[in-house]
């Protein structure tokens, strides 16, 4: 594919990619950046930007894979993750994570809601302790939580939702 066509449809990442001078040093910047707009790091996206940077697709792989904070996979618009460290999970979190995929229709093989909303996860530990059992939505930290508390937060986003999409 031509550059021009090619930057056309990548032009967010165009914008990118010239905001760091095209500079491979600024890789995993770089990646940020992409992944925040497109809440992941979609293949055709990283071999634009393997091209644009003249550095080999595998490079750009290798960072993408490494690094826990990226994923190859969509996610939802709600990122929820679910401490089931050593604090949590004494304190009861696979009831949350019960709770939560019950609420979203997942599983432990389907993460993500089909409308692209939530996307649930347990990460190992997100050092608040001190809050257990705890989740974090996007940035968000919900120390104490509950089952129950935990379905009315999400109740809570989709009436959010709900109102943006009527204010639209």
């Not at 996860?121 to 104490?144: M, R």
């Amino acid at each position: 594919m031509p550059k021009a066509i090619m930057f056309r449809k990548f032009q967010k990442v165009g914008e990118i990619l010239e905001s760091y001078d095209y500079d491979p040093c600024h890789l995993i910047a770089i990646l940020q950046k992409v992944q925040d707009d497109y809440r992941y790091l979609p293949e055709e996206v990283l071999l634009y930007i393997a091209e644009m940077l003249k550095i080999p697709p595998a490079r750009i792989y290798g960072v993408a894979t490494f690094y826990s904070h990226f994923t190859l996979q969509p996610k939802g618009k709600y990122l929820i993750r679910l401490c089931d460290g050593t604090a949590c999970h004494v304190k009861r979190s696979t009831g949350i994570l019960e709770k939560l995929r019950e609420k979203l229709g997942l599983s432990e093989a389907k993460i993500t809601t089909d409308d692209m909303i939530f996307t649930v996860e347990t990460v190992s530990c997100l050092g608040a302790c001190g809050l257990a059992p705890v989740l974090v939505v996007n940035q968000d930290i919900h120390g104490a939580m509950t089952p129950e508390k935990a379905a009315a937060l999400v109740d809570t986003l989709i009436a959010e939702e709900e109102k943006n999409a009527r204010a639209a």
